[in-house]
């Protein structure tokens, strides 16, 4: 049951233009998200995150948009550069305290190529 | 801040011996960390929650007297695969989650395990 989707395994964009990755989500009891990079036999790298009581969350090049009745999220990258070419994986947690707190699921990843 | 490290970053081992990780919080106290582990290609799978002090919780399929969890303090926990097959051999990554923000996890870089 996979409970974070992400339906692209890759996008290729122009340098300079906009990225957006999509993510979906299952989970109603999912309260958190985050985005990670990922280069090859490295660990994640967190991104940014959002919480379920915002639907969108800035930090320089990188937005994320979050829209709950739709249980997607969205990834946008501006402008795009060679160096963000990765792969980009969603995290979701559900609060709520017990076994489930803090535990991240991820979705399958994106592949993200920036051309010079 | 918020610097996670993880020893070795490859190991080789033979077929029946025991190999341990270790991962480390360099700038924080982790309370919780977690270990994933990476097929190719493939996305990041929980295999156990760490708690200091206490026993780690699996995730289910995940053979705990195989896989050896240890968070003796706030910033080291590890990762004993005892009786290596060459089936275990895989991408492990450690997390390590700081009190505030809860939600989010910093990775370690991971350590690429060969069983031969």
Not at chain 1, 80 to 92: I, K, L, N, T
Not at chain 2, 43 to 56: Q, V
Not at chain 2, 103 to 109: A, S, V
Request: charged share 15%.
């Amino acid at each position: 049951d996979q409970q974070v989707k992400q339906n692209s395994p890759s996008l290729s964009v122009q340098e300079g233009r906009i990225s957006i990755l999509n993510c979906d989500y299952t989970n109603s009891m999912f309260d958190y998200f985050l985005w990670y990079k990922k280069y090859p036999a490295e660990g994640p790298t967190f991104l940014i995150s959002i919480s379920s009581i915002k639907d969108k969350n800035e930090d320089g090049r990188f937005t994320v948009f979050l829209n709950k009745s739709a249980k997607h999220l969205s990834l946008h990258i501006v402008p795009s550069q060679p160096g963000d070419s990765a792969v980009y994986f969603c995290a979701a947690s559900a609060g709520g305290g017990g076994t489930s707190y803090g535990k991240l699921t991820f979705g399958q990843g994106t592949i993200l190529t920036v051309h010079p | 801040g918020a610097v996670v490290s993880q020893h070795p970053s490859r190991v080789i081992c033979k077929s029946g011996t025991s190999v341990k990780i270790e991962c480390r919080s360099l700038d924080f106290q982790a309370t919780t960390m977690f270990w994933y582990r990476q097929f190719p290609k493939q996305s990041l799978m929980l295999m156990a929650t760490s708690n200091e002090g206490s026993k780690a919780t699996y995730e289910q399929g995940v053979e705990k007297d195989k896989f050896l969890i240890n968070h003796a303090s706030l910033t080291l926990s590890t990762l004993t695969v005892t009786s290596a097959h060459p089936e275990d051999s895989s991408f492990y990554i450690c997390s390590a989650r700081r009190l505030l923000p809860f939600y989010e996890q910093y990775f370690g870089p991971g350590t690429r395990l060969t069983v031969t």
